[in-house]
């Protein structure tokens, strides 16, 4: 598709990036240098009283996280947090896999089992990427149990799964579809505070130990989505960089490309201040805000730690320096995405993921499942290379930076700075799917059994993700013809490459 080509949605989102940009200090989308004074302008900008801004703009941000404790061997000491809580009744969530692992089996039940008057009991039939029925099971279990405290040990399905479990428990006549997303839920806000969750990760993807967000496929209309709400973040995230070591090359890969994306969406978002609308109360903001200094911080750094230590375990899953740095980078990945959101990757990977089921049936190797599978992190992937040349003419400097992470060579080197803007789009496709080729990911939709007969279900399941695309630039209005023919064009140039 041609970055030449512009709605008037997308010219509109252009110029209010370059009226509502943030501080030049911390990545201005609009250039211009980077001096004091210009930094009081904007600084002076965003102090302007609430009364005076545009109704409809959004004019703040919040930060909002789970406390993370990091280091090797660190499971092991989940059993005397709960004790330090005064936990009733611990509720453990695992998977069939992982159930079976030295993260669940040898150090968080050993941990429980050695503190005394800590009654557990333990949920282990989470499905990898879970579905309506797998997380209405949980949430009758976790009715019925009645735990004061949540722990989960596992990826992010284990992780979704006890957030949503966690919730229902506490909202014990509601509907599932009452707290999921609009427009394909009801969107309620969680007004009551739920009970404590330790969440412990044992692969380094989702980022779930720092977020509020938890995904399920809704299999009777073929995509997924979620519920999204900092009231169900972790109370505290154990990342152990021993957790990861029994995961398959190509669990590894697929994790490790969900954090790259969670990375670069959220770092491409449109800004905090060009959302709309503002919310009339401060608990309808939502947890996916646009793209903010703090969160820029966090996402560049995952970015840079993925690009460089995945392809290294790619090559040596026993690369145990990269596998902890991999496990650091998706919680930094957690936290940037958790406050600024995802867009496009994510919106689309939803219904490669949900009509796999009834079409391709496509079964990624190395995974112990027996239904069809496309992991989450390859279904974001697949899609990349075409977002992000579809996005760069709406934040053409910050898809410069992400190019010259690409390419390993700093952001004002002169292969770099050389680039025509209207050109930055092109090399960013052709980096990232050199990068993907490097790591042995699919090329393209057609490489997992989807034919272009296909595209128009495609584009009707990544519609209803308002969450994640109403963050996208340069998508216009997604329910109007541009948002559509865009999402065509994207999809059509993820077939194959």
């Not at 049936?361 to 027996?370: A, E």
Request: aromatic share 8%; net charge neutral.
């Amino acid at each position: 598709m041609s970055s030449a080509v512009a709605s008037r949605n997308v010219v509109r989102r252009l110029i209010n990036a370059t009226q509502h940009s943030a501080c030049p200090c911390h990545g201005c989308r609009a250039g211009g240098a980077h001096n004091p004074i210009q930094a009081l302008q904007q600084m002076r900008k965003y102090a302007t009283p609430v009364e005076a801004l545009p109704v409809e703009k959004e004019y703040a941000f919040e930060v909002a996280a789970a406390n993370l404790r990091f280091g090797e061997g660190v499971t092991r000491e989940v059993g005397m947090d709960f004790k330090n809580m005064g936990a009733r009744k611990v509720a453990v969530f695992t998977d069939p896999n992982v159930a079976k692992l030295p993260p669940q089996r040898w150090y968080a039940i050993s941990s429980l089992e050695a503190q005394e008057d800590l009654p557990f009991e333990v949920y282990d039939r989470v499905v990898a990427e879970p579905t309506e029925e797998s997380w209405r099971d949980a949430i009758a279990w976790a009715r019925k149990h009645d735990c004061s405290h949540y722990l989960a040990v596992g990826g992010g399905s284990v992780m979704d799964t006890a957030k949503a479990a966690n919730l229902f428990a506490v909202y014990k006549d509601a509907d599932l579809f009452d707290f999921i997303n609009a427009p394909v839920g009801k969107g309620l806000p969680i007004k009551e505070k739920l009970r404590p969750l330790i969440a412990v990760p044992t692969t380094a993807g989702t980022g779930s130990e720092t977020t509020g967000t938890a995904i399920l496929d809704i299999t009777s209309m073929a995509f997924k989505t979620g519920i999204a709400n900092r009231a169900m973040k972790p109370m505290l995230g154990i990342v152990d960089t021993l957790n990861t070591r029994t995961c398959s090359r190509e669990l590894h890969i697929s994790a490790g490309l969900d954090v790259l994306f969670h990375s670069l969406e959220s770092y491409t978002a449109i800004p905090y201040n060009e959302r709309t609308p503002r919310p009339a109360n401060p608990i309808l903001r939502p947890a996916y805000q646009g793209s903010n200094p703090v969160a820029d911080i966090f996402s560049m750094w995952a970015l840079r730690t993925t690009v460089q230590h995945l392809p290294r375990i790619s090559k040596d899953p026993g690369n145990f320096e990269s596998l902890s740095q991999m496990m650091l980078a998706a919680s930094f990945a957690g936290i940037g995405f958790g406050n600024a959101g995802v867009h496009l990757c994510h919106g689309i990977s939803y219904p490669i993921s949900g009509l796999n089921k009834k079409g391709p049936k496509f079964k990624y190797s190395g995974y112990n499942v027996d239904h069809p599978i496309i992991p989450h992190g390859v279904t974001v992937a697949l899609p990349a290379p075409a977002v992000f040349q579809f996005t760069a003419p709406s934040s053409p400097d910050r898809h410069r930076e992400a190019l010259a992470i690409f390419q390993g060579v700093g952001t004002f080197d002169s292969s770099i700075t050389a680039i025509p803007d209207r050109d930055i789009g092109a090399h960013l496709f052709e980096a990232i799917a050199r990068f993907l080729d490097n790591l042995g990911v699919p090329r393209g939709l057609k490489a997992v059994g989807y034919s272009r007969a296909d595209i128009p279900a495609l584009v009707d399941g990544t519609i209803p993700q308002r969450r994640v695309l109403d963050l996208a630039p340069g998508i216009g209005d997604i329910v109007g013809e541009d948002g559509r023919e865009h999402l065509t064009r994207i999809v059509e140039n993820s077939f194959e490459y």
